[in-house]
């Protein structure tokens, strides 16, 4: 898990941290995956500079693979769960289930595991030519 001060800079210090996993697991920099990646770890990101900074003064974000799956996830502190269906998601997330779904994925969000706030899992199938 990296943990990123919420403050200007978050995005960048998040994608640079995402990008080093993605390349430690054998994802090819370059690979449409990693970028899909790194656009959603973005995107949370952002999302807790946006909504939850006042009750989060960090994020947590985390890069798993395994059983053929990519997981980015992003946990703050915030106990506002956001829509992840129809109308009321926003812009963002709708961007991230977009990609999440072009990689036969999925998003969820559920309680954080210490029971302080929320966590978004973003879950991608990894294709055979980007590795992992």
């Known amino acids: 898990m990296i943990t990123v001060p919420v403050q200007s ?8 941290e995402v990008s080093d996993a993605l ?3 054998g994802i090819a ?3 449409s995956l990693a ?3 790194l656009l959603v770890a973005s995107e949370l990101v952002t999302n807790v500079v946006r909504h939850a900074a006042e009750s989060s003064p960090t994020a947590g974000v985390g890069v798993t693979v395994g059983d053929g799956q990519l997981v980015i996830d992003v946990t703050d502190q915030s106990t506002r769960l956001p829509a992840l269906e129809g109308n ?3 812009d963002g997330l709708r961007t991230v289930a977009e990609l ?6 999925k998003v969820h ?4 595991r ?6 978004i899992l973003v879950h991608f199938m990894i294709p055979d030519s980007d590795g992992g």
């Open 9 to 16: 800079g978050a995005v960048r210090t998040a994608r640079l």
């Open 23 to 25: 390349t430690t697991f």
């Open 29 to 31: 920099a370059d690979s």
């Open 35 to 37: 970028g899909a990646a």
């Open 88 to 90: 009321a998601m926003g």
């Open 100 to 105: 999440a779904a072009h990689y036969d994925g």
């Open 109 to 112: 969000v559920e309680r954080a």
């Open 114 to 119: 210490d029971g302080r706030g929320k966590m």
